[in-house]
């Protein structure tokens, strides 16, 4: 099947990111929540929009950042809430009616899901088969992050990764590999510009909030450590974006649902042939 017209799944290349989909973690006071309003009201002067900035808030950060936005003259509109529900509504909601999107933290949105989960069956542990459900929820709110025509910084909680090694000896030791973002596995690389922030202090005893590039698919920063980043620290990336141009995400339009279908009709013929067998013996 074409989605062209011309009897191919391709068409011409083009920039077709207009929107910011950032992504930032960080342990607590690392200054997520600091650097996403920044990010905010730089993309908002830039625009020079007058639709209003949504944050959908789990920690009571955006109290925080009420005077900045009232100085600012940009309004902003908060909902606190953990529920995984209303995760989604208010990405839709934002999408149609905002410039942009703050959600801090998706750290607990995702505990919160598994949560539900656990609640509505029942149980007290997660067994392998239950993830599958939960991922798959999980998965409309990585498609809104992806294909929604809005601006969207998400914030969620560090934590280590570990993996287990041998010593000299051939001990079995488990040991710190990395830091990932406290949510769905694969959610923290969804982002066209993911940012690592770390709180550290500086030789007056001063506190720095460290910016790490751990990833940008512009690849204009990617690597970078920047101490007290700005929102011109971030234009590298932004300038790379079609900015008020079309936007276009993933299709998820087109399935492969028919290749299952050859599969069903040689599960029925087999069925058939079975009763039909069955038949003959009786």
């Given at each position: 099947?074409?989605?062209?017209?011309?009897?191919?799944?391709?068409?011409?290349?083009?920039?077709?990111?207009?929107?910011?989909?950032?992504?930032?973690?960080?342990?607590?006071?690392?200054?997520?929540?600091?650097?996403?309003?920044?990010?905010?009201?730089?993309?908002?002067?830039?625009?020079?929009?007058?639709?209003?900035v949504f944050f959908i808030d789990t920690?009571?950060?955006?109290?925080?950042?009420?005077?900045?936005?009232?100085?600012?003259?940009?309004?902003?509109?908060?909902?606190?809430?953990?529920?995984?529900?209303?995760?989604?509504?208010?990405?839709?909601?934002?999408?149609?009616?905002?410039?942009?999107?703050?959600?801090?933290?998706?750290?607990?949105?995702?505990?919160?899901?598994?949560?539900?989960?656990?609640?509505?069956?029942?149980?007290?542990?997660?067994?392998?088969?239950?993830?599958?459900?939960?991922?798959?929820?999980?998965?409309?709110?990585?498609?809104?992050?992806?294909?929604?025509?809005?601006?969207?910084?998400?914030?969620?909680?560090?934590?280590?990764?570990?993996?287990?090694?041998?010593?000299?000896?051939?001990?079995?030791?488990?040991?710190?590999?990395?830091?990932?973002?406290?949510?769905?596995?694969?959610?923290?690389?969804?982002?066209?510009?993911?940012?690592?922030?770390?709180?550290?202090?500086?030789?007056?005893?001063?506190?720095?909030?460290?910016?790490?590039?751990?990833?940008?698919?512009?690849?204009?920063?990617?690597?970078?450590?920047?101490?007290?980043?700005?929102?011109?620290?971030?234009?590298?990336?932004?300038?790379?974006?079609n900015i008020g141009g079309n936007h276009?995400?993933?299709?998820?339009?087109?399935?492969?649902?028919?290749?299952?279908?050859?599969?069903?009709?040689?599960?029925?013929?087999?069925?058939?042939?079975?009763?039909?067998?069955?038949?003959?013996?009786?």
């Open positions: 099947m074409s989605t062209n017209g011309k009897g191919s799944i391709f068409s011409k290349a083009e920039n077709q990111s207009a929107f910011l989909k950032v992504s930032i973690m960080g342990f607590a006071g690392s200054g997520k929540t600091f650097t996403s309003g920044l990010i905010a009201l730089g993309m908002v002067n830039r625009l020079k929009s007058k639709k209003p920690e009571k950060g955006s109290d925080f950042l009420v005077k900045r936005f009232q100085e600012a003259k940009v309004p902003l509109e908060v909902s606190k809430t953990r529920a995984f529900s209303d995760l989604l509504e208010g990405t839709k909601y934002a999408a149609q009616h905002g410039s942009i999107l703050i959600v801090d933290s998706v750290s607990h949105f995702w505990k919160e899901l598994i949560s539900s989960f656990m609640k509505k069956k029942q149980i007290s542990r997660m067994a392998f088969h239950h993830w599958g459900p939960i991922k798959e929820e999980w998965n409309d709110f990585t498609t809104l992050f992806v294909n929604s025509p809005i601006h969207i910084f998400a914030c969620g909680r560090a934590g280590y990764e570990y993996e287990m090694e041998k010593d000299d000896e051939g001990v079995k030791e488990i040991s710190k590999s990395g830091v990932k973002m406290l949510a769905e596995g694969q959610f923290g690389y969804e982002a066209d510009l993911a940012i690592q922030m770390e709180a550290t202090r500086n030789l007056h005893g001063g506190s720095i909030h460290r910016a790490i590039i751990w990833k940008d698919r512009a690849d204009v920063m990617d690597g970078q450590v920047i101490d007290n980043p700005t929102f011109e620290t971030f234009l590298p990336h932004i300038n790379v974006l276009q995400g993933v299709n998820l339009e087109r399935t492969s649902e028919e290749r299952f279908e050859k599969v069903d009709d040689q599960a029925s013929k087999s069925l058939k042939r079975e009763i039909l067998l069955e038949k003959i013996d009786s």
